[in-house]
């Protein structure tokens, strides 16, 4: 009897040792953003009651045209505001103004210690847009969790939006096992580490439908994960988004009667396809494009066709 227990007290002790190298060996997390270390980036920043935030306004078109119309373009989940190069260059072109930013807890935003729900990213843009003196009304573009976002802010802020382009938006959190067992308390911060956020930096084949789309998606997805915090924000937001359904929040914006645009990816992988109805059901008169060969990112991987369908839809007067 004790020599078993003494083999099970040895195997526990070796597994936590295993297990505690293993989260430090995946634990990349060694540096600090600081004044200095955004200095050397490069890049916009503001800061606003709960941190600063990384952003890029390009207000070229103003030279042209004092009355250019702003277009705000709001990333998801874990990818910071490179995932819109495509749209913010050919927004750009066509004469608009464009600002996109790193949400908090992604890219080169601060990572402060709160909660990430969506008052939080609402508090976020809506600070940013005070910081930044934008009073005229806004053009908003979500992308994936991103559209749960803009669709929240709307809610709160229908005097300052014009129009909404919903992409493959968060409708409901799909049930998945990993994002069931991050509500444990020390399990939630170990499976972070070692199992989530290497997933994302690996989950090119996950997002789009086509890899050669995104040839570099590790490259550009490393930089953000190397400052302390990431994880954390990120285990945060997936504690918060678990099990939620933003239905009534869709529903409500429908009643607002402003022009929204809906795309989706036919092959999307991380939010289905199929919860395109439910944004439909939930908006009425919304212009929906389903674009066929593409994921989680059809502004992305089929940008011209995405892209154009977006101009228009803003360079259209409301009926």
Not at 5 to 21: D, E
Not at 252 to 274: A, E
Request: no cysteine; net charge positive; hydrophobic share 40%.
């Amino acid at each position: 009897m004790h020599k078993i227990l003494r083999i099970s007290l040895a195997s526990l002790i070796i597994s936590s040792l295993v297990l505690g190298l293993l989260y430090k060996y995946m634990d990349k997390e060694t540096l600090n953003l600081n004044k200095k270390v955004r200095a050397e980036i490069g890049g916009q920043y503001a800061s606003i009651k709960n941190g600063v935030v990384h952003y890029q306004l390009n207000t070229d078109a103003l030279r042209k045209n004092p009355n250019a119309e702003l277009v705000i373009l709001v990333h998801g989940f874990s990818s910071p505001m490179y995932l819109f190069d495509p749209t913010f260059e050919y927004l750009v072109k066509q004469g608009f103004q464009v600002l996109r930013f790193d949400l908090f807890g992604r890219g080169f935003s601060d990572r402060p210690h709160s909660d990430y729900t969506m008052k939080l990213y609402v508090k976020q843009l809506h600070d940013l847009l005070n910081t930044l003196k934008i009073q005229n009304k806004v053009n908003l573009v979500g992308l994936s969790m991103g559209g749960a976002i803009v669709t929240h802010f709307t809610n709160h802020y229908p005097d300052k939006v014009n129009k909404i382009s919903l992409i493959d938006p968060l409708f409901h959190t799909p049930v998945r096992p990993e994002i069931t067992a991050v509500k444990v308390p020390l399990l939630g911060e170990y499976l972070a580490k070692v199992i989530i956020v290497p997933k994302l930096l690996n989950g090119v084949s996950d997002t789009v439908f086509n890899i050669n789309t995104f040839p570099d998606w590790k490259a550009k997805f490393t930089p953000q994960t190397q400052y302390q915090g990431y994880s954390r924000a990120i285990l945060q937001t997936a504690r918060y988004l678990s099990g939620k359904n933003f239905k009534m929040e869709y529903e409500k914006m429908g009643q607002l009667g402003k022009p929204v645009q809906l795309f989706w990816g036919k092959q999307d992988q991380i939010i289905p396809f199929s919860d395109s109805k439910k944004v439909i059901e939930a908006i009425p008169g919304i212009e929906f494009h389903a674009i066929d060969q593409a994921g989680h990112l059809p502004h992305y991987e089929q940008a011209d066709v995405v892209n154009s369908f977006i101009g228009n839809f803003l360079r259209t007067p409301p009926l």
